[in-house]
């Protein structure tokens, strides 16, 4: 072998040799970032779709400064599902948007299209799982005005769907305002002017059960599942003590808080992991 060639085959090996050392030094580096590390666990954690009404994923911004308010911070619900999840807001409901997803939850969705429909029946029947929010008279406290399309809607209007699966949303118009706890399917569930669900008599293709005071039901569609929940004030902020003192505002909201968060997390676990 002639000098040109062992002094090539020389600076062949050292140039390998640093890219070597280069890329480990990179590894090093990425595993040491806290950002990295931060995209590792969040590629690691399952997808859960999220299609809201509510201002779950982003906060109500009345004005456009409002968008650039950083002190308004994460809404709670959001924070909670992000410790388990990797959130994924959804605008629509398509086989292609539901197709990376195992997990969904409708947290009083605007109305359904009827291929959205069929699209969410379609995919729970193949395995989904989904829990649903739907309110009959929702008492969220809104900085929308009535008839703006940002406000949260009032009314959930999902009786196809619903209809699908056996189920009638109904309400009780003679119920107080008061917010109080419920028992159903051994969670207990915060709710304030909820509805409740009846089987209908005919028409439905889902084995559904009703928890005792029909807050809930619990249906098997398929392959997949379905928990549907008649009221969202479990999704609530705690804005229902304005006329307390501030100490016992601050404890009252910090009890609610604390009833919330339980009962979503145990929806959570009995929705996607039970």
């Known amino acids: ?20 050392i280069a890329c480990t030094a990179c590894s090093a580096s990425a595993d040491a970032d806290p950002a ?9 954690q399952p997808r859960l779709g999220l299609m809201s009404t509510l201002p779950i ?14 002190d308004q911070g994460a809404n709670w619900v959001r924070a909670l599902l992000e410790r388990d999840y990797a959130l994924e807001p959804l605008d629509v409901l398509t086989p292609e948007t539901l197709a990376p997803l195992d997990r969904l939850i409708l947290a009083q969705p605007r109305a359904l299209s009827p291929e959205e429909n069929v699209a969410l029946d379609d995919w ?14 929702l008492t969220r406290h809104s900085e929308y005005r009535l008839g703006d399309p940002r406000r949260p809607h009032d009314v959930a ?45 005919a028409g439905g293709e889902a084995e559904c059960a009703l928890s005792d005071t029909r807050l809930m039901a619990r249906c098997t569609i398929g392959k997949g599942g379905a928990l549907l929940i008649a009221d969202a004030a479990i999704l609530d902020e705690d804005d229902h003590n304005a006329g307390q003192h501030a100490e016992d505002k601050a404890s009252a909201e910090h009890s609610e808080r604390q009833i919330r968060e339980a009962a979503l997390t145990g929806l959570l676990e009995s929705g996607f992991e039970g």
């Open 36 to 44: 990295v590390e931060q995209v590792g666990e969040q590629m690691a």
């Open 124 to 137: 729970v029947r193949e395995g989904g799982r989904v829990i649903l929010f739907a309110d009959p008279m």
């Open 157 to 201: 209007l999902l009786s196809p769907i619903l209809a699908r699966w056996g189920l009638e949303l109904e309400m009780d118009t003679s119920q107080d305002d008061e917010e109080r706890v419920v028992d159903a399917f051994g969670l207990s569930v915060p709710t304030r002017i909820s509805g409740t669900f009846a089987a209908r008599d």
């Open 57 to 70: 994923y982003w906060n109500e911004a009345v004005e456009f400064s409002d968008l650039l308010n950083q």
């Open 1 to 20: 072998m002639g000098r040109n060639s062992v002094s090539r085959s020389r600076g062949a090996a050292l140039a390998l040799g640093a890219v070597l």
